[in-house]
């Protein structure tokens, strides 16, 4: 409940910040109008859905020719699971599970989600994330990606992990785009059978930084709209 509030805290006193950068994006294809997760107990999933004003998924970003500043568009369920519950090891922070899209990089070496037998070209097709996600001031959104120091024994990160020193998974679940409504199916034993949390949802800009130490390598420098109105969690697994 502490990091619920927390959460919320930062959003209100954060979204007031300008992001120049953000404006191409803040389209009706980023305006959410429903959040939900359904449980489904014959197929042992969480069917996990944001419906949005005009078309989810269509809009993706620009690629900037490089990994620095390279932009990465979200569709985002921060939770109430704890790290442990989605293969991190016990660790602060706000676990969500992020859709993306980023066309400068690929960080799902283990996918092919084009299926065009190449793992490492398919970066802009929309796919999912397990982040823990911490405040961070030093962003216009007020949230950034857990970092930790390279080589820290004391971190543990499921194995399907991109390789990078934050708290961040590539698990490799189905995400589909059709209308208005952006899904992706998470099996029950791929978060350690949990199927009862709060959770909001968010779509938002993200950018990655590998040049400036004063900035995080992947902070939210905007969010377009959340369902809850202020990101309160207050939504619960149907």
């Not at 690929?106 to 796919?127: C, F, R």
């Not at 779509?203 to 369902?227: H, I």
Request: glycine share 8%.
């Amino acid at each position: 409940m502490k990091q619920i509030l927390t959460l919320a805290i930062i959003f209100v006193t954060s979204t007031v910040m300008a992001c120049n950068k953000c404006s191409n994006y803040d389209n009706d294809n980023f305006q959410i109008v429903k959040v939900e997760v359904k449980h489904n107990a014959d197929l042992a999933a969480t069917i996990w859905e944001i419906t949005v004003k005009g078309e989810a998924g269509k809009t993706t970003p620009t690629p900037a020719g490089q990994l620095n500043g390279a932009p990465v568009l979200g569709y985002v369920f921060p939770t109430s699971l704890k790290s442990t519950d989605v293969g991190f090891g016990q660790t602060d922070g706000i676990v969500a599970l992020a859709l993306t899209s980023h066309p400068d990089f690929d960080d799902t070496p283990l996918w092919d989600e084009n299926a065009d037998s190449k793992y490492d070209n398919d970066g802009i097709i929309w796919h999912p994330h397990w982040v823990v996600l911490t405040e961070d001031k030093r962003v216009e959104g007020g949230l950034s990606v857990k970092q930790f120091e390279k080589g820290d024994a004391t971190v543990i990160l499921p194995p399907t992990n991109p390789g990078m020193p934050m708290y961040m998974d590539s698990p490799g679940f189905q995400v589909i785009t059709k209308g208005n409504v952006i899904r992706v199916v998470v099996p029950d034993y791929r978060m350690s059978n949990k199927h009862q949390f709060s959770y909001d949802g968010v779509a938002a800009y993200m950018q990655v930084n590998t040049e400036d130490m004063e900035k995080p390598m992947l902070g939210v420098y905007k969010v377009y709209s959340v369902a809850s109105g202020n990101l309160s969690l207050p939504y619960t697994v149907k």
